[in-house]
């Protein structure tokens, strides 16, 4: 069982920046592909980006590439998302998420933190 506990959330104006962070424990972290959701008011989770199990390969949703970077650090078992030039739209509780090599979907999640962007 692999516990996800997000830090980082609060409240910034637009243009601002934030970082999210995401530590792990119960698990061998280093294998696990990591993920950032996030879920505004009455829409559906949504993907914003990922990062392979050795962080080398990330992807991001167009919304955020060139805004967002997830890295993680395997020796702290922790996976960061900076947040730049934020915009109300990015407003939305943000969890991290985790998936075994064998998964194919994310079956760990974290509790959430929420990003909230004023204009």
């Not at 692999?2 to 637009?14: H, M, N, P, R």
């Not at 970082?19 to 879920?39: D, E, K, N, V």
């Not at 969890?95 to 959430?112: D, E, R």
Request: charged share 15%; proline share 3%.
């Amino acid at each position: 069982q692999v516990l996800l506990v997000e830090s980082g959330g609060g409240l910034v104006q637009a243009g601002g920046s934030l970082i999210l962070s995401c530590a792990a424990s119960g698990g061998t972290f280093s294998i696990y592909r990591m993920a950032w959701f996030r879920q505004a008011p009455g829409k559906e989770r949504y993907l914003v980006t990922t990062i392979s199990p050795g962080g080398g390969s990330t992807s991001y949703a167009d919304s955020v590439k060139g805004r967002f970077t997830f890295s993680r650090d395997n020796a702290k078992n922790t996976v960061y998302l900076q947040m730049n030039s934020l915009k109300p739209e990015d407003t939305a509780v943000y969890y991290c998420a985790a998936k075994s090599p064998t998964s194919s979907a994310y079956h760990y999640w974290g509790q959430g933190t929420q990003v909230t962007v004023s204009s």
